[in-house]
């Protein structure tokens, strides 16, 4: 089992930036892929970002590519997401996740632990 915590949301005005963190217990961090997910009020929960179990590889949404990073330290068990320039279209719930699979997945399926999330609110 793999303990998922995030921390880092809040509310910002656009073009601002955050830095999201999950800190994660349990199981060996470095065993799994991590990814970022978020959901807005009536929508389904998208992907946003992964990274693979050794920072090798990382996958991006469209939306939020050259705009967000991923990233990981696994002596930290702790995955990160930079998020710069945000957007009222960025506000959101954002999870972390956490998947057995190394390949960085843009697939919720993919992934077996997920975090309680952290509000993100960007205003005009």
């Known amino acids: 089992q793999v303990q998922l915590v995030e921390s880092g949301g809040g509310l910002v005005q656009a073009g601002d930036s955050l830095r999201l963190s999950c800190a994660a217990s349990g199981r060996t961090f470095s065993n799994y892929a991590m990814g970022w997910f978020r959901q807005a009020p009536g929508k389904e929960r998208d992907f946003v970002a992964a990274v693979s179990r050794d920072s090798g590889s990382t996958r991006y949404a469209d939306s939020v590519k050259g705009r967000f990073s991923i990233s990981r330290d696994n002596a930290k068990n702790t995955v990160y997401l930079q998020m710069n320039n945000l957007n009222p279209e960025d506000t959101a719930v954002y999870y972390c996740?956490?998947?057995?699979?190394?390949?960085?997945?843009?697939?919720?399926?993919?992934?077996?632990?997920w975090g309680q999330g952290t509000q993100v609110t960007v205003s005009t």
């Open positions: 996740a956490g998947a057995t699979r190394g390949w960085t997945s843009p697939f919720r399926s993919n992934y077996n632990y």
